[in-house]
């Protein structure tokens, strides 16, 4: 494993270039009630369209550092490109941030070299990660936010914390995990899950 306190930016900046290829599909989230897409999450994939674990089998911790980074820089080009609208929800990797605000400057400059508004950078980490220092992940979390950014938690209740990060976090955005989701209007189980969540979260101001 690398040692995160010992990894600096120009450790990160002058580290071999990754030995593979990757692009991004974009999955829109849609309002319900206009129709219309509020946002995409970029979602890795490979250069021919290979699935994410096709990728994610190339990541090793030698490498983890300078992928969080690329897939910023990949995401933000390729939604320029495209013009996708509404909001830009990113992914990363927690265990592969090692200061919160130097791994900001690099998503900063792609979003200013490719015209894109960071208003709508959405970034977005899954409670399926095994989060390795959850002090860490909270000074991200602030750091993001102070800085103008909204945070989502993804697969929410599906993951290995569950309520615990909300109680030490406020994430902007709760992503509800499609194991609570499916067949929710057949199962009153999952109904009454689902909405004391949503309760939960109005109270937090999530």
């Not at 970029?42 to 911790?61: H, I, K, S």
């Not at 609208?85 to 592969?96: H, V």
């Not at 070299?113 to 989060?131: A, K, L, Q, Y």
């Not at 509800?176 to 067949?183: C, E, K, N």
Request: charged share 25%; with cysteine; aromatic share 8%.
């Amino acid at each position: 494993m690398v040692d995160a306190a010992r990894v600096d930016c120009r450790q990160c900046r002058d580290a071999e270039a990754l030995s593979f290829d990757f692009s991004m599909a974009f999955q829109p989230i849609v309002d319900l009630d206009s129709r219309q897409p509020l946002a995409h999450e970029a979602l890795v994939r490979g250069p021919a369209g290979e699935g994410a674990d096709w990728v994610f089998a190339r990541v090793n911790p030698d490498n983890r550092y300078r992928f969080d980074q690329a897939c910023r820089v990949k995401a933000i080009e390729l939604a320029a490109r495209l013009g996708l609208p509404g909001y830009l929800s990113i992914n990363f990797m927690p265990n592969a941030v090692y200061d919160p605000a130097a791994c900001l400057r690099t998503t900063l400059a792609a979003a200013d070299r490719f015209g894109f508004p960071t208003d709508r950078i959405v970034f977005e980490f899954t409670e399926g990660e095994r989060v390795e220092d959850l002090r860490h992940l909270k000074r991200i979390v602030q750091h993001y936010q102070s800085r103008g950014f909204r945070v989502a938690l993804d697969d929410f209740g599906a993951g290995y914390a569950g309520l615990g990060l909300l109680t030490e976090l406020q994430p902007d955005v709760i992503k509800l995990d499609m194991s609570l989701i499916r067949g929710l209007d057949q199962d009153p189980r999952r109904r009454a899950i689902v909405e004391h969540t949503h309760a939960l979260c109005r109270s937090l101001g999530i």
